[in-house]
Each structure stands twice: as C-alpha cells, then as structure tokens.
C-alpha cells in the first residue's frame, strides 16, 4: 500500500497567521490533488499538481510539488476563519482514478 | 458544471434495516462512480467503484452483499446498505468521473455526502 503521510495532523492558530502543511510518501506520485472538506460535507478538488517542483497559487494558497515528486506541501498565507476544515492529499493509483487519501490535516483557523 | 448529489443527507434507521442511498450526477453522465466511507475524525476509504452496467469493484474487506451498488444508468449509482447495524455507521461519499464539455475526465466530483445512523 502506498501511503500518504500528512502533518500535522491537527493544527490550530490564529486569524493573520501563516501555515503550511505537509504531504509525504515513499513512493514517487505521478500527480496529486489537494481538497478541502468542511464537517458534514464532501471534499472539493483545490488543485492537481503533476510536474516535479511545479508551483500553483490559489488566491492565499500556494501548492508546491517536491522535485522528485513524492512530497508536497500547502501554504496559506494571512489565513481566515473561512479557511478552517480539513485539508487532504489524494494521489491516483497507477493506471487508475481510483484514489488514495492522506488522513487529512484538520485546520482551525480562530478568529 | 460538474455538480453531483447525494440523497438523502442524512438517515436514521434501526437495526436491521436497510438503506438505499443514491448519488446523481446532475450536470454531465459519469461512466464511473465511487462510494467512499468516512469516520469521524478520519479520511475517506474507498469502498468501491461502479462502472455503468456493469457490476462494482469493492475493495479489500468490503463485504459486497452487504454494501450492493448498483449503477444502472449514467446520472445515478446506488448504495444499499443492507441489515444495518450500529457499527455501519459512518459518512458515506459518492464521488463522480465522466466525460462533457468542461469536465475532466480524470477528475472526481464529490457529492455532499450522506450521514448514517443506525440505532
């Protein structure tokens, strides 16, 4: 099984501050896609990076996949209280779109 | 675009029970869909894929005559969670792939899921 490592797992801070989370495997993804989840909801794509040390920014949001691909992380600058939920990693298997989740990072984000 | 539900939201049944949970893809026709189970405070499991008309992939330890999905047309794919019991409680995801104009057919579609509760 190819997992998905994320950290930390719960992270809690105030409004204005900065944050990045962290998406790790052993394995090397050919691509990998970041969601966000709030309670009570179904997760919704944020974005899909697939080249080795590509960079994509979303408004406050900066994705950066690692060189050799198998890591990834998620910077949120000056983050609101609209940020909170949990944010997951999801790689595709090979030759599939079946997906495998990361456990998630569960963000709060305190006015 | 893009836009996949699920119905109902919520659903409280005894045990025993079964219950039917539908995920329609309301904008663009899914050739597959996934059913996906999530526990509090954990990340989404993925119990099976559908393809239309044909029957379900489930994963390692999902016990398909307990969880029967059924994708008979392109917009809809159902799962019925027969004789429920306490411990299938949980928050069941659908997500949805397909082909139209703006849609990426490697991309999922999540529909807002569905929280079980069997007493």
């Known amino acids: 099984t190819q997992l998905l490592e994320q950290s930390p797992q719960f992270l809690s801070i105030q409004e204005g501050e900065n944050l990045t989370v962290y998406c790790n495997s052993s394995?090397?993804?050919?691509?990998l896609q970041w969601y966000r989840q709030e309670p009570g909801e179904g997760p919704v794509l944020l974005v899909t990076?697939?080249?080795?040390?590509e960079v994509k920014k979303l408004k406050r949001l900066t994705f950066q996949f690692g060189d050799a691909r198998k890591d990834s992380s998620l910077h949120i600058t000056a983050a609101q209280p609209g940020d909170t939920g949990l944010y997951l990693c999801a790689r595709a298997g090979a030759g599939s779109y079946q997906l495998t989740f990361g456990k998630g990072t569960k963000l709060s984000v305190i006015p | 675009g893009a836009v996949v539900s699920q119905h109902p939201s919520r659903v409280i049944c005894k045990s025993g029970t079964s219950v039917k949970i539908e995920c329609r893809s309301l904008d663009f026709q899914a050739t597959t869909m996934f059913w996906y189970r999530q526990f509090p405070k954990q990340s989404l499991m993925l119990m099976a894929t559908s393809n239309e008309g044909s029957k379900a992939t489930y994963e390692q330890g999902v016990e398909k005559d307990k969880f029967l999905i059924n994708h008979a047309s392109l917009t809809l794919s159902t799962l019925t969670v027969t004789s429920a019991h306490p411990e299938d409680s949980s928050f069941y995801i659908c997500s949805a792939q397909g082909l139209a104009g703006g849609i990426s057919q490697e991309t999922q579609y999540f529909g807002p899921g569905t929280r079980l509760l069997v007493l």
């Open positions: 394995s090397v993804f050919s691509s």
């Open positions: 990076v697939v080249t080795g040390g």
